[in-house]
């Protein structure tokens, strides 16, 4: 590299620095991966099970109380995907209504409108369907 090269090496990267660092900046500040999952409060009014199914992943129980219906999903292990979203399946149609994410091991609970036949997890980075699981 002779002088000239490394001018404009370093011009370049000059300008090239505080550019990537805003084009990151700007690209991440409208991801929010979590933004329709609530926390939901579990009372003490009783709850009945509705419905239940399960597989070595993923276990999923429809409860009925008071307030309306809720679902409670355990994720057993790890995911094959890490940007999990479960959609509730309702009907006919292959995904209904978006739930929340699941990020990682443990329970999770979502307050459910209508009649819910089973739940879809996608991946949605990769556009592909992780696991279905129907009542």
Not at 93 to 105: D, F, I, K, T
């Amino acid at each position: 590299m002779d002088k000239t090269l490394r001018k404009r090496h370093k011009f370049i990267w000059i300008v090239l620095t505080p550019l990537l660092l805003v084009l990151l900046i700007w690209a991440t500040k409208d991801l929010n991966f979590s933004q329709s999952h609530k926390t939901v409060n579990l009372d003490s009014t009783p709850s009945s099970v509705v419905a239940k199914a399960e597989n070595e992943e993923i276990r999923a129980i429809l409860l009925k109380n008071s307030e309306g219906n809720l679902l409670e999903i355990e994720v057993k292990s790890p995911l094959p995907a890490t940007s999990s979203v479960v959609f509730a399946l309702k009907g006919t149609s292959e995904r209904e209504s978006l739930l929340g994410q699941l990020e990682g091991v443990g329970t999770y609970r979502f307050q459910v409108e209508g009649d819910v036949r089973g739940i879809l997890v996608q991946d949605v980075i990769k556009k592909q369907s992780v696991l279905k699981l129907e009542f």
